[in-house]
């Protein structure tokens, strides 16, 4: 039942976005929501694949574009190289190991003090990504 409501609630924002649902798009979205380590293109890809063998790599850049314009999902450049994708829609930074590549999400208050802006500047969004080493790489350097 759970299930059923959250495919009503994707079919419709992408519906009202101008996109219709498909099973594609839904393998897509399903394989960002559970495991949620901020995957490339190529990684939903083989992802995807498992489940549904007959999704091509277009199939899959064309959804993640179409989830990024439909605000369920976040593109994000933590490092040079291929573009990573992100459900968490809530205010938050990216936290980027060097070492292992892992990535841990850090909720923001988009009003904080912490992040002075522009005198008069109004955020609307951040784009944060910060990078070292993670807990277990760095007790291993």
């Known amino acids: 039942m759970v299930e059923k409501k959250l495919d009503n609630k994707f079919s419709e ?58 605000g369920l999902v976040k593109q994000v450049q933590l490092q040079r190289g291929a573009a ?6 809530e205010e938050h930074c990216h936290y980027y190991c060097d070492k292992c590549g892992e990535v841990f999400d850090v909720p923001l208050n988009k009003n904080s003090a912490m992040m002075p802006s522009p005198r008069g500047f109004k955020v609307d969004h951040y784009d944060i990504a910060v990078h070292g080493l993670c807990a277990d790489c760095a007790k291993k350097k």
Request: glycine fraction near 2%.
């Open 13 to 70: 924002r992408l519906n009202t976005s101008g996109f219709r649902f498909t099973p594609q798009r839904q393998r897509v979205y399903d394989v960002l929501m559970q495991k949620r380590d901020h995957p490339t293109a190529d990684e939903v890809f083989v992802r995807a694949k498992k489940q549904m063998p007959e999704i091509s790599h277009a199939t899959v850049y064309n959804t993640l574009d179409a989830l990024v314009k439909c």
């Open 84 to 89: 990573r994708f992100c459900p968490n829609m």
